[in-house]
């Protein structure tokens, strides 16, 4: 390694890609980019680009193992072959399988899943280009393409990576940070509107005191990607009302944090009732 | 068990913790009795049973000669795998590694990895040319709670019994061993279930059951953390998780003297 490549933070505060130490790179989120899905959304975040889908809910398959009492969600997070420098090989890995294991519980605590029981809701999230935090990046993007499927939820999620480089505390490591001698990396998510930690891993040596300034680092920037999601779902759905009248679209995500509201039939069991099901 | 007999136990359980009471009477931060052999088999070149209650587990190390990835010549490397045996449990079954095995392979790998606590430049046996590959796997013989914590003791305990095989050339000579690993640290990893709003150390299958989350942290030494994952549909609040950071670093200390 190069003498002067090991200065992750200069003098004047700046990173290797002149961002402030608690800077996050720039986020892009669209709306429904797949129309064939529930629910979609495109997430630029740096030079991450990720496609989110959502299907459902639908009949769990294979019908022995649908849970009685509540929907199950299949998280898929994948990538494309072209999406890391060195060609990736497209079968799932086991990082892959792992990572969509911790990714489907995030988004099991924030959804009703007792609404919609015997059910699955699938989620599919594929990574076309990535620069680290990629799966911070698929969660969000996720959160938000199941807004747009109308699927109920206590909290959108919002994640963000947090870590060290070069002794510096970072907030939204890039890969040249992730690949500092010293780097700690921790993807972290909450639900936004309650700070409780649905996802949080991590890799690297790291004192309990530098862990937890990183963590009040990481719920502040949890904080910013929230306002983009927030921003883009409702441009959309701010519209939307203006279209077709009467729709209480949002309501279900300011409702009861605390989980203990009664359903008051929700739109996506009658149609189910009507047609998915039967 | 039937799923609904689990859930009117956990009701039960989690009534119980309130008042900070264990089934089995342990305080909520009390490991089970944690018992480490070495006679598992004389064919590994490194082995532990770490017996955690009821919950049994054997590791074997073996290592492998094989070529470095490019950009690490210099650099040998460990593979970590758990395989969820069909003997210990009912839930288990056999065939190839599911995503819960997966995951509790790749903690454990990452507890020990992140720790730097081997050398990977040791495991160099000719630069560009030939490294030691270190496959450390665990099997489970009884799962009655916790494997994260049980399957990471194994691991470390085995590794820290391995020896390297006596190499002529590129092959290695049965039986004989030319020097052993150096474990610079002994990484220990705690594993924290919440159940309802408590939160347990060393679960037990009926704790672990009742639980919707679980937060994993390994520890390099008595003042720093190397790894942790969350797992589970629950969550932690960001005062609970720092909670669970100051505990792991103390039980680690406790823990770290058996091995």
Redesign the interface.
Same mark, same amino acid.
């Given at each position: 390694m190069k003498e002067e490549e090991n200065v992750y933070v200069n003098k004047h505060g700046k990173r290797i890609d002149n961002r402030g130490i608690d800077e996050i790179r720039e986020i892009k989120i669209t709306i429904g980019v797949i129309p064939e899905a529930s629910g979609s959304a495109y997430l630029e975040w740096g030079q991450n680009k990720i496609y989110a889908a959502v299907y459902g809910p639908n009949e769990f398959v294979p019908k022995h193992s649908s849970d009685p009492l509540r929907a199950q969600v299949k998280f898929n997070y994948r990538m494309a072959s072209f999406s890391v420098p060195d060609r990736k090989n497209p079968k799932p890995g086991r990082r892959e399988i792992e990572i969509s294991k911790v990714l489907g519980e995030a988004l099991e605590r924030t959804i009703f899943l007792e609404r919609f029981p015997g059910t699955q809701i699938e989620v599919e999230t594929h990574i076309v280009d990535s620069n680290a935090g990629s799966r911070v990046a698929a969660l969000t993007a996720a959160s938000v393409a199941l807004a747009d499927a109308g699927i109920p939820m206590r909290s959108l999620i919002s994640a963000c990576g947090v870590g060290k480089a070069g002794g510096h505390l970072i907030v939204d490591l890039n890969k040249h940070e992730e690949d500092a001698p010293d780097a700690v990396d921790i993807p972290l998510a909450v639900m936004a509107n309650s700070n409780e930690v649905v996802l949080l891993q991590m890799d690297g040596l790291i004192s309990k005191e530098e862990f937890n300034e990183v963590m009040q680092k990481g719920l502040t920037a949890c904080q910013q990607v929230y306002e983009k999601q927030k921003a883009v779902l409702k441009e959309k759905f701010l519209d939307a009302e203006k279209e077709v009248p009467s729709k209480e679209d949002l309501s279900e995500e300011k409702n009861d944090l605390n989980g203990n509201s009664k359903p008051e039939a929700p739109e996506a069991m009658d149609s189910m009732q009507g047609g998915d099901l039967l | 068990m039937s799923e609904i007999l689990w859930e009117l136990q956990t009701d039960r359980i989690v009534s119980d913790l309130k008042a900070g009471k264990r089934l089995d009477n342990r305080g909520l931060n009390d490991y089970r009795k944690i018992e480490i052999s070495h006679d598992v088999s004389e064919n590994a070149d490194g082995c532990a049973r770490v017996k955690l209650g009821k919950t049994d587990v054997i590791a074997g190390v073996k290592f492998v000669p094989g070529e470095p990835y490019p950009d690490m010549p210099d650099e040998g490397s460990i593979s970590v795998g758990v395989e969820l045996l069909a003997l210990a449990s009912p839930d288990f079954e056999s065939g190839p590694p599911r995503?819960?095995s997966?995951?509790l392979?790749?903690v454990v790998d =990452?507890g020990v =990895?992140? #720790? /730097?606590s081997i050398d990977f430049k040791k495991l160099c046996i000719k630069e560009g040319e030939l490294v030691w590959i270190g496959f450390v796997d665990l099997y489970v013989l009884n799962y009655d709670g916790n494997l994260f914590d049980a399957c990471s003791i194994a691991a470390v305990a085995a590794l820290k019994k391995a020896r390297f095989p006596k190499l002529d050339g590129k092959k290695i000579v049965k039986g004989e061993y030319s020097s052993e690993i150096k474990l610079s640290k002994i990484p220990i990893m705690t594993t924290f279930y919440k159940v309802g709003s408590s939160i347990v150390m060393d679960a037990n299958l009926v704790e672990e059951k009742a639980s919707n989350a679980r937060?994993s942290i390994s520890c #390099?030494d008595d /003042? $720093? !953390?190397?790894? !942790?994952? /969350? &797992? &589970?549909? &629950? #969550?932690? $609040?960001?005062e609970e998780? #720092?909670k669970c950071?100051?505990l792991a670093?103390e039980k680690s200390k406790e823990l770290r003297k058996l091995l």
């Open positions: - | 995503e819960n997966i995951e392979s790749r =990452r =990895r992140e #720790s /730097k937060l #390099s /003042k $720093t !953390m190397c790894a !942790m994952q /969350k &797992g &589970g549909n &629950g #969550s932690f $609040t960001p998780v #720092s950071v100051e670093l």
